[in-house]
Each structure stands twice: as C-alpha cells, then as structure tokens.
T-cell receptor, first 112, second 115 residues
C-alpha cells in the first residue's frame, strides 16, 4: 500500500495570507494530483503533475512535484475565503496511471 | 454532457437492511472507482472495476460489501445488513479507458445514514 501523508491536517488563516500544504510519501509515483473538495460535494481535480521537479501554476495556486517524485506541495498566495475546502493529494497506484490512492487531506479555512 | 451521476444523494437505512448505491460513469469511461469518506476525513479506496471485472477490491470489507459494474447499466455498490458504522459518504469516480493519468471525475456522492 502506497501511503500519502498530508500536512498540516488543519489550517486556519486570515484572508490575504500565504500558505503551503504538503504531500509526502516514501513511494515513487508516476503522477500526482491535487483535488479540492467542498462540503457536500465530490472532489474536483485541480492539477496533475508528472515530471520530477515540475512546477505548475493555476492563478494564485502553485503546485510543485519533488525531484524524486515522492512528494508535492501546494502554495496559495493571498488566500481568499473561496479557497476554503479540503485539499487532497492523490498518487498513481500499482495498476495504471488511473489507479489513484488519496491522502487524508488538509482542511483549509480562510477567514474574511 | 453529464458528469458522473450517483444516486441516491441521500439514503437512510435501518440496521440490518440492504443499501444499494448506484454510479453511472461519464460517457466513454469504462473505469469506475468507489471510495468511502467519513466526516472530517479523506477518501478511503474501496474497489476499482472495469466493465464486468473487479480489478482491485483490496479496500473493501470482506463481508457484507460487494460491487459490480455490468456490461450494461450503472455500477452498484451493495452493502448487506448495514450497521451504524457503515454511515458515511460514498463517492464514485470514473476515468477513460486509455489510462492517461488525467485524473478522476467524481460524482457528488451518496450519503448513507444507518439508524
């Protein structure tokens, strides 16, 4: 079983602050994805990273895949209340690139 | 252009009854995955199916739980003789056949409450 550990588990910040959340594993992944989940809904894919050292930007969100493809980080600049949600990372498992296993998530609250 | 459809959205069952959760994948997707989520927790993998085949059921309890994805119709997650501990949100996701690693499309989930 490939375990993904996410930290911190909970994060509460004020609007306008910056933050970084982490996703770590002892396993190498062929790809890693970040999802955001809002209460009462299913997770929604934010980004997929494939290449070690890759950096992807999505407006105020910056995603980085570690050189060894074992870890990833998500940095949010100038957080807004609309960023509130559960951020999940998922790594491709043993059967193919679509067999994804999820971390427990970071629950982010951005206060106005 | 419907996404992944799950029904019902909410399901209440008494202890000992059966729960049937349905998932219709996106059009053209032949891989289906079921996950369980408890309040304030992440997603726990249960089972991965392709049409008429169970690929990986390592996350599914050995007893009372079963899943299928028939040639025609939705995927079904079946829980027999439900207990209070089965109360959770159950999410289904689907992905395309080609396995490009483009990620999953999730349904909105079924929230099962066992009373």
């Amino acid at each position: 079983t490939q375990l993904l550990e996410q930290s911190p588990q909970f994060l509460s910040i004020q609007e306008g602050e910056n933050l970084t959340v982490y996703c770590n594993s002892s396993s190498v992944f062929s790809s890693l994805q970040w999802y955001r989940q809002e209460p009462g809904e299913g997770p929604v894919l934010l980004v997929t990273v494939v290449t070690g050292g890759e950096v992807k930007k999505l407006k105020r969100l910056t995603f980085q895949f570690g050189d060894a493809r074992k870890d990833s980080s998500l940095h949010i600049t100038a957080a807004q209340p609309g960023d509130t949600g559960l951020y999940l990372c998922a790594g491709a498992g043993k059967y193919n690139n679509n067999d994804m296993r999820f971390g427990a998530g970071t629950r982010l609250t951005v206060k106005p | 252009n419907a996404g992944v459809m799950q029904n019902p959205r909410h399901l209440v069952r008494r202890r000992g009854q059966e729960a049937r959760l349905r998932c219709s994948p996106m059009k053209g997707h032949s891989h289906v995955y079921w996950y369980r989520q408890l309040p304030e927790e992440g997603l726990k993998f249960m089972v991965y199916l392709q049409k008429e085949n169970i690929i990986d059921e390592s996350g599914m309890p050995k007893e009372r739980f079963s899943a299928e994805f028939p040639k025609e119709g939705p995927s079904i997650l079946r829980i027999q003789q439900v207990v209070r501990g089965d109360s959770a949100a159950y999410f289904c996701a689907s992905s395309p056949r080609t396995g490009t690693g483009d990620g999953y499309t999730f349904g909105s989930g079924t929230r099962l409450t066992v009373v």
